[in-house]
Nanobody
Framework: QVQVEEFGGGSVQPGGSLRLSCVTS????????MSWYRQVPGKERELLAV??????NYADSVKGRFTMSRDDAKRTVYLQMNNLEVEDTAVYYC????????WGQGTQVTVSS
């Protein structure tokens, strides 16, 4: 059974940091491209970061503030988010893509003073 689950969301003040984790099971993790997305109500889901086993690539909106990493042994990817802004408030999703595509249920991140 495939599982993709995000952890680490919460509320933080502007300028603060959060670290999201995405724990997976049920598929050959090392073969999959892992990505982080976010979505604000009424808007399309936004691709933030992608990692296919080497370096991560980032959207301009988060470049220099967010860092994605993956641990194939733990079947987990992380998103370190620093210098958070109010505009980063969203539901954050983990995605695994290869032969099939899997999504987590999302974790809420709220940035407010």
């Amino acid at each position: 059974q495939v599982q993709v689950e995000e952890f680490g969301g919460g509320s933080v003040q502007p300028g603060g940091s959060l670290r999201l984790s995405c724990v997976t099971s049920g598929f050959t993790f090392s073969k999959y491209v892992m990505s982080w997305y976010r979505q604000v109500p009424g808007k399309e889901r936004e691709l933030l970061a992608v990692n296919s086993g080497g370096e991560s690539n980032y959207a301009d909106s988060v470049k220099g503030r967010f860092t994605m990493s993956r641990d194939d042994a733990k079947r987990t990817v992380y998103l370190q988010m620093n210098n958070l802004e109010v505009e980063d408030t969203a539901v954050y999703y983990c995605n695994a893509g290869f032969v099939q595509e899997y999504w987590g249920q999302g974790t809420q991140v709220t940035v407010s003073s």
